[in-house]
């Protein structure tokens, strides 16, 4: 059931520093100067440029209008975000989530001794992106963007997924029954040549989004996420359903203990060599957390852990055993617990807030004054000296 946000008034908001810059939308810290003057409860602020893309299959408004409504529907889960209010204007697009002033788990892990987390802290975070995926997946919709850059700190330590603009919805709710599909294609140089050729068009760090698709009505076609945490069914073009999701979760399993990616090559091509063919290199004694992650990264989807009763098989898996599900969130001491907000804020300069609109307007211009070089310089953070407050 869709909620219904607060509309968000553009010219209210005071924009206070740029935290990231995507594919398809700026994401900048701010707050609403008439509610809250003080600027004491800022949000996140995701805001999309209509003419970012041309063609109408990939315009920004489709894009931004389908993650508004997936927000919309996923709205008060405790791992997902909650959309406090949106805004359209001529240009412009936008929205509203809570702020996470823990980062995501790629810049926690690089702040982890040997830059990978321990075991205990791996069942945690894991625990929490099984119980959002389950969610998505209850109301038909893959994820298809699970990555550590996509799973943000809350202040509580909690983790919750972001950026849905990748994903798409299956015509059939919950777990896709078992049935006969095509067996895997095997891989033949031919085949690598295809994809290639066509991963070439993408950006290096994500693969281009092409129009949601559905060959049969339940499964997509579409060629979309980050090179390393592809699937093989993806790759190969196959058709792929809630599957691709558990294998992303294998590969971010295995990042967060060994801080590689299994399938990282010297470049695409390797890399999607490597997700057909190799299989994933363990290090040390067997362990439960390898299991997991190996048939996680199962190749075959048919064959995948989750493809028979989704969630349920991954939190029957031995690495989750005596976890109890139902006091997830009441854990109190969580791995990691950001500082405050308050803390957060205290190393910027509040009183030196910007117009969003006004940023957009000078990135447009081709040889912008003097205020602009001022602007920018205002915007700058060191990430690396902020972090280590925490």
């Known amino acids: 059931m ?15 520093k740029i935290l990231g810059k995507g594919a398809t939308g700026t994401l900048f810290l701010a707050h609403d100067r008439t509610t809250d003057p003080e600027c004491t409860s800022p ?12 063609h109408k299959q990939h315009s920004a408004v489709h894009r931004a209008r389908w993650e508004l409504s997936v927000l919309s529907s996923v709205n008060h889960h405790p791992y997902l975000p909650t959309l406090l209010g949106s805004f359209e ?28 987390f321990s075991s205990s802290a791996i069942k945690f975070y894991l625990a929490q992106i099984v119980c959002a995926l389950a969610h998505l997946h209850s109301m038909g919709i893959a994820y298809r963007d699970l990555k ?9 330590g909690h983790v919750t997924l972001t950026d849905f603009d990748l994903s798409c919805r299956l015509k059939e709710h919950g777990i896709i029954p078992f049935r006969e599909l095509k067996p895997a294609l095997p891989f033949r ?5 295809r994809i290639i050729k066509y991963g070439s068009m993408a950006k290096t760090a994500r693969v ?16 979309v996420g980050t090179e390393e ?26 990042e967060m203990l060994y801080g590689t990616t299994p399938f990282q090559g010297k470049n695409r091509k390797e890399t999607y060599r490597n997700v057909l ?5 363990f290090l040390g004694k067997r362990t439960v957390l390898i299991d997991l992650i190996e048939r996680l990264l199962e190749k075959d989807p048919n064959k995948r852990l989750g493809h028979f009763k989704g969630a349920e098989e991954i939190k029957e898996h031995e690495f989750f055993k005596g976890l109890r599900w139902d006091l997830l969130m009441e854990v109190e001491r969580p791995p990691f617990v950001p500082k405050s907000v308050e803390v957060y804020l205290s190393h910027l300069t509040k009183n030196v807030t910007f117009d969003v609109r006004e940023y957009f307007r000078m990135l447009k211009v081709p040889h912008p004054p003097s205020p602009r070089r001022t602007l920018e310089s205002l915007m700058k953070d060191d990430v690396d000296a902020l972090l280590t407050e925490f």
Not at 2 to 16: D, G, Q, V, W
Not at 149 to 154: D, F, H, I, T
Not at 189 to 193: A, F, G, K, P
Not at 208 to 223: C, L, T, W, Y
């Open 2 to 16: 869709e909620s219904h946000p607060k509309p968000l008034k553009i010219e209210n908001i005071r924009a206070i």
């Open 43 to 54: 949000f996140a602020l995701k805001v999309v440029e209509k003419s970012l893309f041309h």
């Open 89 to 116: 204007i001529d240009e412009l697009i936008g929205w509203a989530i809570p702020f996470c002033p823990g980062g995501d788990l790629n810049t926690l892990r690089y702040h982890q001794n040997d830059r990978v």
């Open 148 to 156: 550590p850059e996509n799973v943000l700190v809350q202040s509580s």
């Open 189 to 193: 140089r031919n085949n690598l040549t």
């Open 208 to 223: 281009s989004p092409r129009r949601v698709s559905f060959a049969d009505g339940k499964r997509s076609n579409s060629f």
């Open 229 to 254: 945490y592809v699937s093989p069914e993806v790759v190969r073009g196959e058709g792929h359903e809630f599957g691709v999701d558990w294998w992303a979760l294998g590969v971010l399993a295995y």
């Open 277 to 281: 063919t190799k299989r994933p290199e």
